[in-house]
């Protein structure tokens, strides 16, 4: 006989497989990426991958006519935000061309821990001695992972994969801010448009013909990027941070099977330890955030 779920299980339920999905079609995304950052420069494959899933944001509010709900309020996050955003697809192009899938994530891991730190100057939160641990031990495993890559061409990659690790994270910041007075689709909308615009400048030096030949790939980065961003917002929507934001960690897996089915790369066992402490730290500074927002919830009861 079989238990009914309750409402809030079944949402639960729900957001995991949103999010599981999410991380999925976000690795489809980024091996398309690591193909045509072959091709193009970092500043190309940007704008491409961003015009390209802004066509399929703005397809639906062009549908509906709901051009309202892309109002621009505090226009000055928004073009912070642009500018971290270029500066983060940049560098992520230039890290998965330089590095396999896996080593890329493994970096980008870091940034849950990353944001932790940030919202001490940023939101002026206070951070737990045990968390700024996490911090430690999870940095500590980007520099094992860091350590097969000896040349020069592999510790660029890791640097960069670092540089755009930090600006996701403050990008990710600015979100709490913006989402006070914008829609979700409103700073989709803009992010995508404005790093499509600048990495559009920026690219022109160097800008190739894109041949028809590449059109389909560019339509699985649209595709999977607006899907995922979908998804992605669906899973919070859904469940708490707490509950779906381990799952984010399954993008580790997708890495290691993209790499090993497209790339015959198979994870150093450097690479193995490092991403399994980097996921380790993160998912207890998750773990710890839902516990202190429980105690806080209920505090007369013991901590869970």
């Known amino acids: 006989m079989s238990i009914p779920r309750s409402p809030a299980s079944t949402e639960r339920l729900r957001g995991i497989a949103a999010m599981i999905a999410a991380v999925f079609v976000f690795a489809i995304m980024d091996a398309s990426l690591k193909r045509l950052s072959t091709r193009y420069c970092v500043f190309q494959v940007a704008c491409m991958r961003s015009l390209s899933s802004l066509v399929f944001v703005a397809l639906p509010i062009l549908w509906q006519r709901d051009w309202p709900s892309v109002r621009m309020a505090s226009p000055g996050l928004h073009l912070m935000r642009g500018v971290l955003g270029v500066l983060m ?68 990659g890791v640097l960069a994969a670092a540089v755009g690790t930090v600006c996701y994270a403050l990008s990710a910041l600015t979100v709490r801010t913006l989402g006070r007075t914008n ?10 448009l404005l790093i499509g615009v600048a990495s559009a400048v920026l690219a022109l030096p160097d800008w190739q013909p894109i041949p028809r030949s590449e059109w389909p790939w560019l339509a699985l980065v ?16 859904r469940a708490p941070p707490s509950v779906v934001g381990p799952f984010e960690y399954t993008s580790m897996i997708w890495a290691f099977a993209i790499d090993w089915v497209f790339w015959s790369a198979a994870p150093t066992p450097a690479l193995l330890v490092g991403s399994g402490v980097v996921i380790a730290s993160g998912v207890f500074v998750i773990v710890d955030e839902h516990r202190l927002a429980q105690l806080a919830l209920n505090p007369g009861s013991p901590p869970p």
């Not at 829609?183 to 995508?192: K, P, T």
């Open 89 to 156: 697809l940049a560098s992520f192009v230039y890290a998965v061309r330089s590095l396999s899938l896996a080593e890329t994530y493994s970096v980008f891991l870091c940034a849950p821990l990353i944001m932790t730190a940030l919202s001490v100057p940023m939101h002026g939160e206070r951070v737990p001695l045990r968390r700024w641990i996490a911090i430690g031990i999870g940095l500590a495993g980007v520099l094992l992972i860091l350590r097969p890559s000896t040349g020069h061409f592999g510790l660029a």
């Open 183 to 192: 829609s979700s689709a409103s700073m989709v909308f803009w992010v995508l």
């Open 222 to 237: 649209g595709i999977s990027g607006a899907l995922g961003q979908y998804w992605l917002t669906d899973a919070f929507r």
